[in-house]
């Protein structure tokens, strides 16, 4: 069965399936009357945006009665992982958001679950990597950053919201191993959060951030920080006035996906209803409102669909980190 034939049969059942329930108001619209968010992370991250986002965009738009969140962090993500199994037969309209990490994290062993262990909703956007310095730095691009590398060595510290060997990490090596220096050499601190690394940085423990591009808008918008570069092949509308790493001359582009888990042995049915308000979701405006702040690129790998795309994923991810000496 091809992709387009998988995702037609995978939107046919979801729509039996909420005509069944009776899911569906008088106006068409898909309703889930609540829905929670665990979020592997603390406050201001990628996990925490992106579940906030997608539940501000669900609500607004009528496709969902009421949103609750629940920050989780711990483990590199593990804590909440293991907080959807063993509590999967309670676990009612309940969603875990993630990203490229629980394939990194399972590869390197942060944790011993994958995204097999869970049941998998689908992916819902993609949002592009960037180096960030202090406002107020000396360093005004990319160039400036890699002077500083090579005058400083080891005292100079790129910091993420990741664990060591985690994406921050890895999009931070795959730049350095672009830009022609030794990617392990780099002096990487992790932070437990997104939110965390940005006041680490600001706070002059390190000297420059690996993190996501929407988070960095936001603090850019603020005035708190200086965008270098974006792992974009173009310039983002959102935020235009971020320089790629392509066209500073360094030949690389990532860009991480973030989608949704259920708890294992999550029904058919309900898996239909998370995809259903999902799909319709991209057609509201109160979606495009958010998407477009945060700078967000709209994917949507449901089901069979989203597992296809991680397994690749979980490939391509274990040869770099190999060639990268993280494994």
Do not use: C
């Not at 034939?5 to 009357?33: D, Y």
């Not at 107020?136 to 002077?147: K, Q």
């Amino acid at each position: 069965m091809n992709i387009n034939m998988t995702r037609r049969v995978v939107m046919a059942a979801a729509a039996a399936t909420l005509a069944l329930s009776g899911s569906v108001q008088a106006g068409g619209h898909t309703v889930l009357e609540e829905l929670h968010f665990v979020i592997p992370g603390g406050a201001g991250g990628g996990w925490d945006g992106t579940a906030r986002g997608t539940g501000e965009a669900l609500t607004n738009s009528g496709l969902v009665g009421s949103a609750s969140y629940e920050n989780m962090s711990g483990g590199g993500g593990g804590k909440a992982i293991g907080y959807m199994i063993e509590n999967a037969e309670s676990l009612d309209n309940t969603l875990m958001v993630n990203s490229t990490p629980i394939v990194i994290r399972s590869l390197t062993g942060v944790f011993p679950q994958s995204f097999r262990d869970l049941t998998l909703v689908a992916g819902t956007i993609g949002d592009y990597a960037a180096l960030v310095v202090p406002a107020d730095s000396d360093i005004e691009d990319m160039d400036g950053l890699l002077a500083a590398y090579s005058e400083q060595g080891p005292d100079f510290a790129v910091g993420g919201g990741s664990v060591p060997g985690g994406m921050d990490h890895l999009v931070a090596a795959m730049l350095m191993k672009a830009a022609g220096e030794a990617p392990t050499d780099l002096n990487y601190i992790p932070y437990d959060a997104g939110g965390k690394a940005m006041a680490g940085m600001l706070s002059g423990e390190i000297d420059a951030l690996s993190t996501g591009f929407s988070e960095a808008i936001a603090l850019a918008e603020q005035g708190e920080v200086r965008i270098l570069g974006v792992t974009a092949e173009e310039r983002v509308p959102a935020y235009d006035s971020a320089p790629t790493f392509m066209e500073q001359g360094i030949d690389t582009s990532f860009v991480n996906w973030r989608g949704f888990f259920a708890a294992p042995g999550t029904s058919d049915e309900k898996v239909a209803e998370y995809i259903s308000a999902l799909e319709a979701m991209y057609e509201t405006d109160a979606w495009e409102t958010v998407r477009a702040r945060n700078g967000w690129v709209n994917i949507f790998n449901p089901g069979d669909d989203f597992r296809t795309f991680l397994e690749n994923q979980e490939k391509e991810i274990g040869d770099l980190m190999t060639e990268l000496g993280f494994l």
